[in-house]
């Protein structure tokens, strides 16, 4: 096991900040008995370690009710890390996961028409070198989505530091 | 042809106010009130009202999103569920009270549903597959996939609204 990378301070203000993501630096010092600055400071790091992250979610309604769509591709083994670089590219993709086990890729994308989606498939995803299958899915009905927790991949703009955990992966894909 | 989820509710109308304060709330979530009126020349008060009013309406939400590994979730994996002599969301309601079940989703395709899990380490696999999600009545078949890499992980548009 890894050392923990939050202690329990940190944890505190994590758990705030999940519950309301605009409660102030002030309101939360208060809660936990420390000073403004810790908590600032505290905040800053967590951001920087690319820890958390503070964005705005919108609801589907708002971008036309898109379907959920899963495509499990499997792939040349020796080219899996470039396909995962790939279809990080492109901006239908949300997600891209390198998989064992089920499929060598999973790649997720939000649409809200069938033809833009066989379009991703057939015409950027199947042939994409190496690509040897693709298995469609779409979701009719979404039961739970947990938006308050993800992989952190972009970093705060102006900021030099390294994501440990995106170092840590790169190497690991090396 | 266009694809539909079931929820037929018409979405809030947002003008371009609500629009540029979600702009500016996307890259820092934590811009306070009097930031973001300032930048936009109104006054504290609207931008507070125009949030309550969009949060109100589960058109959007500021969120603190934190990283798996923040949260010591060191295994995630997308299982796919197959489902016999149940109803699949019946079915997907009672994998969705799992607190590691990070999202359900029934789906049209070789799967009947899709779960994203999150787990701490390996020693939780064997029971969270094998007990827990093959407990629960209707599950067929499961198969399973554990992500080495996420390389991409942004949805900034997600179900706010009743499910």
Redesign the interface.
């Known amino acids: ?2 050392a ?3 202690d329990p301070l940190d944890r505190r203000i ?1 758990d705030k ?2 519950f309301d ?2 409660i ?1 630096n002030r309101a939360i010092a208060a809660e936990l008995g420390v000073t403004e600055g810790t908590i600032r400071a505290r ?1 800053k790091r ?1 951001q920087n370690e ?14 036309g ?4 769509c ?1 495509m ?1 591709i499997n792939a040349d083994p020796s080219q899996v890390t470039a396909i ?2 790939q ?2 590219r492109m901006p239908e ?11 060598n890729l ?1 790649a997720m994308g ?6 833009q989606l066989n379009d991703l498939v057939s015409a950027k995803i199947r042939t994409l070198p190496g690509v040897q299958r693709v ?20 970093m705060p ?1 102006g900021n030099s530091e390294i994501n440990a ?1 995106s170092k840590k ?1 790169v190497v ?2 090396a | ?7 037929m ?4 109308a ?1 003008d371009a106010l609500d629009n540029s304060i ?1 702009e500016i ?6 811009a ?1 009130n009097q930031d973001i009126a300032q930048q936009l020349s109104v006054t504290a008060a609207t931008v507070s009202a125009r ?1 309550q009013k969009m949060e109100d309406a ?17 295994v ?1 994996i ?1 299982v ?1 569920v197959r489902v016999q002599g149940r109803g699949i ?1 019946e079915v ?2 009672d ?2 009270k799992f607190p590691e ?11 009947d549903l ?1 779960l994203m899990v ?1 787990l701490h ?1 390996f020693s939780e696999v064997q029971e969270f597959l094998y007990d827990h999600i093959s407990g629960i009545e209707g599950v067929a078949q499961i ?19 009743p ?1």
């Not at chain 1, 993709?93 to 499929?103: A, D, K, T």
């Not at chain 1, 979701?139 to 308050?148: D, F, I, P, R, T």
């Not at chain 2, 589960?58 to 010591?72: C, K, N, S």
């Open positions: 096991m890894s923990p990378l939050l994590v900040l999940s993501a605009r102030s905040i967590l690319g820890l958390i992250h503070f964005t705005v979610v919108t609801d589907f309604r708002l971008a009710s898109p379907n959920l899963m499990g995962a670089e279809l990080r993709i949300n997600c891209v996961v390198l998989l064992l086990g089920r499929f999973l939000l649409f809200t028409n069938i033809e298995e469609t899915g779409i979701s009719v009905h979404n039961l739970k989505y947990e938006a308050g927790v993800a992989r952190i991949t972009q703009k955990v992966n690991a894909m | 042809m266009q694809i539909r989820n079931g929820r509710a018409a979405p809030p947002l979600i709330l996307r890259t820092n979530g934590r306070t949030l589960r058109a959007m939400r500021v969120v603190a999103v934190t990283d798996f590994a923040a949260r010591g979730y060191n995630i997308a796919g969301q997907g309601r994998l969705a079940v990070l999202s359900v989703n029934a789906m049209n395709g070789g799967y899709e999150a380490d198969d399973s996939g554990v992500a080495v890499d996420i390389v991409k992980y942004e949805f900034n548009v997600v179900p706010l609204g499910t």
